[in-house]
């Protein structure tokens, strides 16, 4: 089955710090997914990363992806408040299905 | 910007009933999905759908579940005989393409099963 790790698991940072999320996943594949939870609420799509090397940045979020090393990053840039959430990775090996990673919750403190 | 809507918002239930929760997916997607998130942890694949048929299923997605599309909008998943580790969030999903654009999740039914 395919693993799909986070780590952290829990982030608490100051506003104004960068930080980096990273997603490492157990088998091949060239699509990899962020996305953003707020808390009781849906799944909101940050990136779809889909080949080696692709690289997207929104505002103070940029996501990676290397699939020779099955790792995908996101980075956080002067983080602010209303950045705190829970993100998580998800890697489509099928097409037909996303393997969820374990979520990261960021708490950015003022 | 086009949604995927779900119905009810929560559910309570007792152990032992059906439910059946619903969704609209966005009208031109051709691909529909079910996932569930046990509270604090991560989201779990159900079933996918396209062209009338499931195309893939997971280990949880066992003869308890069944999914339907009605009609040329609605797409249910039905839970039968509710056991207390049902409860969870269920998104619906629906993409465009199936393969590669990402998909776009509803809004979450909350199941309580009692």
């Known amino acids: 089955e395919l693993k799909v790790e986070q780590n952290p698991l829990f982030l608490s940072m100051q506003e104004g710090k960068n930080y980096t999320i990273y997603c490492n996943y157990s088998?091949?594949?060239?699509?990899l997914y962020w996305y953003r939870q707020d808390p009781g609420k849906s799944l909101e799509s940050l990136f779809v990363l889909l080949s080696n090397g692709a690289v997207k940045q929104e505002g103070r979020l940029m996501a990676s992806l290397d699939t020779k090393a099955r790792l995908s990053t996101l980075h956080i840039t002067a983080a602010v408040h209303d950045l705190s959430a829970t993100y998580f990775c998800?890697?489509?090996?099928?097409?037909?299905?996303?393997?969820f990673g374990t979520g990261t919750s960021l708490t950015v403190i003022p | 910007e086009p949604e995927v809507t779900q119905t009810p918002s929560h559910q309570v239930t007792q152990m032992g009933q059906e439910v059946i929760l619903r969704c609209v997916p966005i009208?031109?997607?051709?691909?529909f999905y079910w996932y569930r998130q046990i509270l604090g942890q991560k989201v779990e694949f159900l079933v996918s759908?396209?062209?009338?048929?499931?195309?893939?299923k997971s280990e949880i997605f066992d003869d308890q579940f069944s999914v339907e599309r009605p009609d040329g909008s609605n797409f249910t998943l039905k839970i039968r005989s509710t056991k207390l580790e049902d409860s969870a969030m269920y998104f619906c999903?629906?993409?465009?393409?199936?393969?590669?654009?990402?998909?776009?999740f509803g809004s979450g039914t909350r199941l309580t099963v009692v």
């Open positions: 009208s031109n997607h051709l691909y």
């Open positions: 088998t091949t594949s060239d699509r």
């Open positions: 999903a629906s993409s465009e393409q199936g393969q590669g654009d990402g998909y776009t």
């Open positions: 998800a890697v489509d090996k099928t097409g037909n299905q996303f393997y």
């Open positions: 759908f396209y062209n009338n048929e499931i195309s893939e």
